[in-house]
């Protein structure tokens, strides 16, 4: 189906506003309208006018024709002086480059040698291989080069070992590796947004591994991409699932449904949807390298995994359990977000202190994924500020497809970490649980809890969470009353 005028003309402000690395607020003030203004023009819920159009395009440098001659022809139209060097790429591309053959680890020197930006580094036993130091490398020139190990041999090795690329350094700020992504589909696609939005969020998985790489040059430690999976965490069958229990809520408040059914009481309930539920929960402590086993009721803070637990006794009915929606008795094994939710209750004397039996944990960070998160959170909000839908889905794919691919998939062969899959799942599930808390706290009847961003609530909740489509903000899905007619 054939774009308007008018549709095109928003796709082509978009992509200069990200070529130039403009906000709605900077665009509005030079063209003489307000940020609103600007906004409701872009939404498709008032019209650009001529005048408009004579004024964008003398702020962007072209003839008028030119910026309504599509997004592709504008960006070519626009002056070199005009784009932002920012976002100019070269040492980094979220498009997976393809690479020379690996060397092996200990391969002789040759006349010839690969160059080090094409060649990949081995991970040994699943840790990535941390760079040779400057003090190191006097040595280790000097040391006898070993033999080159047999064709074969070196093809076995290159097949069995998980090899982890080199990293380089981002020439800008990691939102724009996203931005630039954005920009370059709508080019490709001719200014199409749907196909441009189905091209982004088909590459979601390599894009948003290579955005995680990136954000992990620098860093103080290397984590551990292909560690030993523990034995809890391996599948019973091949379609089933491990022995983890992330606590996914699935909670109601009986006594209230029960007297509301009865006619007792009339209650007006509102469902609230708590914003990008899994982007949030990538604040988390996660495990740095390979699980090792422990016994005993001791809990290390420093530390992160899964935890086998008795969970002791919920004491707190108008108020759901952060263990969700298992009923049956006995221990379990849980997450460390899980985990730490129980013993933050237990203080509070909500339920009984959990008991841990046995635990696989790691030393941990909760700032592994952070340089990630907060490049997807900024450029989330850009776009939400823009109106910008194929953006804000592109976004959602890559943090929704990270979480569902990190731990055996097939869709992406460039980490398993499946314990790194449940914590963060979990996290969500705490979060939905603190925001219950908070909720019940403020005076609010918690009505129900369910799935990894829904909490339905009695009372005047925008005194307690403010309205709005942010991270740390809340939507209303739906009002609905119970009693009365039910």
């Known amino acids: 189906m054939t774009m308007s005028t008018e549709e095109t003309l928003r796709l082509t402000v978009a992509a200069l506003m990200q070529l130039t690395r403009q906000r709605q607020p900077d665009v509005a003030a030079a063209i003489g309208l307000t940020q609103p203004q600007l906004s409701r023009r872009q939404s498709g819920k008032s019209a650009w006018t001529l005048t408009d159009c004579d004024r964008l395009a003398a702020h962007w440098g072209m003839p008028t024709l030119d910026l309504l001659a599509g997004p592709t022809h504008a960006a070519g139209c626009l002056p070199a002086a005009r784009r932002s060097s920012v976002g100019a790429q070269t040492a980094m591309r979220l498009e997976t480059p393809a690479t020379a053959p690996s060397a092996p680890r200990r391969a002789a020197p040759t006349a010839t040698p690969a160059p080090a930006e094409t060649a990949a580094t081995p991970a040994s036993a699943g840790i990535a291989a941390a760079p040779v130091s400057a003090e190191a490398a006097p040595a280790a020139s000097s040391a006898p080069a070993a033999p080159a190990p047999a064709p074969a ?266 314990d790194w899959m449940h914590i963060i799942r979990s996290q969500a599930f705490v979060n939905l649980w603190l925001k219950a808390h908070k909720a019940h706290k403020a005076g609010l009847t918690v009505v129900q809890m369910s799935g990894t961003d829904e909490l339905h609530v009695s009372g005047n909740w925008q005194s307690v969470f403010p309205e709005g489509r942010g991270l740390s903000q809340v939507k209303a899905k739906n009002i609905y009353t119970l009693g009365g007619d039910e």
């Open 153 to 418: 041999a070196a093809a076995v090795a290159s097949s069995a070992v998980p090899r982890t690329p080199r990293r380089a350094a981002p020439a800008g700020p990691l939102p724009d590796l996203i931005r630039d992504r954005v920009v370059a589909a709508l080019t490709e696609a001719g200014g199409d947004a749907d196909v441009a939005q189905a091209a982004l969020i088909k590459r979601a998985v390599p894009d948003v591994m290579a955005l995680f790489a990136a954000s992990r040059v620098g860093g103080r430690y290397e984590h551990s991409e292909f560690p030993p999976t523990a034995d809890i965490l391996q599948k019973r069958s091949q379609k089933g699932a491990d022995a983890i229990w992330e606590g996914r809520p699935k909670w109601r408040s009986a006594d209230l449904h029960r007297a509301a059914r009865a006619g007792h009481i009339t209650v007006d309930v509102t469902a609230l949807d708590m914003n990008a539920a899994y982007l949030a929960a990538l604040k988390t402590w996660l495990p740095i390298g390979k699980l090792t086993h422990s016994e005993g009721d001791h809990h290390d803070p420093k530390r992160s995994g899964v935890h086998l637990v008795d969970p002791g006794e919920w004491t707190t009915p108008d108020l759901p359990s952060p263990l969700g929606s298992r009923q049956e008795p006995g221990p379990l094994w849980i997450t460390e977000p899980t985990l730490r939710a129980l013993i933050r209750c237990a203080k509070m004397n909500l339920c009984t202190p959990p008991k841990i039996m046995e635990s696989w944990t790691s030393g941990a960070s909760e700032g592994l994924l952070e340089k990630m998160r907060r490049a997807l959170v900024t450029v989330r909000d850009e776009a939400i500020a823009n109106n910008d839908e194929v953006t804000t889905e592109y976004v959602k794919s890559m943090y929704s497809k990270f979480v569902s691919t990190i731990g055996e998939s097939a869709a992406n062969r460039e980490i398993r970490r499946p």
